[in-house]
């Protein structure tokens, strides 16, 4: 996408099937939250956790809520609201942030073993980010909308 356009953008976004698997995931394991890892154990593997079972660093960044009834949607964060159960937020940390702020991430899933910490490892599929470069205009769009903090989530 390219132009002026003042359209909003989301940080992170769900592909159809990774969308099947988050489904399956919270029937079974209740409200989800994934945090894009950013290195170390399993690589930069996104982990998904059953809510609250990953204690959010004050400096993490949330980088977007993702909807899995509807993944071409993603809702927005209202500051200082908490984040509804339906939806999945996608923290990173602070310093990963800073170096993937210009670029979108797409979760993804594709068959294979997931990380041995994040749910989906006995489904036989597993996360993983595929990425693109924002335009000048959503650039421009996201610096006037900063992501919200740890710090800044009830």
Known sequence: MTGTTAEPVARVALTPEAADVVRRLRAVHGPLMFHQSGGCCDGSAPMCFPRGDFIVGDDDVLLGLLDDAHPEAPPAHRPGEPIPDDVCPVWISGPQFAAWAHTQLL?????????????????????????????????????????PRGRDVP
Do not use: K, M, N
Not at 115 to 123: C, D, I, Q, T, V
Not at 124 to 144: K, N, T
């Open 107 to 147: 979760l993804d899933v594709v068959p294979g073993r997931g990380a041995g910490f994040s749910l989906e490892a006995p489904e036989g599929v597993r996360f993983l980010i595929r990425s693109r470069v924002f335009d000048e205009a959503e650039r421009r769009w996201l610096d006037s909308c900063p992501a």
